[in-house]
């Protein structure tokens, strides 16, 4: 998680100027809060997107060189291009 310290600090001055002593920690921590479950939930978003995407492929039964899932079917990849995939896909897990 990474905070916006301008938002804190905003939110600090503004409460020292309208002269709030326990609301400013009451609203940092909700301010604090917010935050880490919006970084929570758009993180959850972006691994199903990644989840969807990689499993849950069945074989074809018409053809063997494709995978189906649903009414979506792709070419299934064989040899080097699986290897390549592969180490594209893991560096686009790691940069999530």
């Not at 001055?13 to 002269?19: D, E, L, Y």
């Not at 604090?32 to 995407?53: C, I, P, S, W």
């Not at 040899?79 to 180490?87: E, H, N, W």
Request: with cysteine; glycine share 8%.
């Amino acid at each position: 998680m990474k905070p916006s310290f301008r938002a804190w600090f905003m939110i600090g001055v503004a409460c020292v100027v309208f002269n709030l002593r326990w609301g400013t920690a009451v609203i940092l921590v909700g301010y604090g809060l917010a935050e880490f479950f919006d970084h929570r939930q758009t993180k959850k978003a972006r691994e199903e997107t990644f989840e969807d995407a990689i499993f849950g492929w069945n074989p074809s039964k018409d053809d063997s060189e494709s995978e189906e899932k649903g009414s979506i079917t792709r070419l299934r990849l064989i040899g080097k291009d699986q290897i390549l995939v592969a180490r594209v896909a893991e560096l686009l897990v790691r940069m999530r």
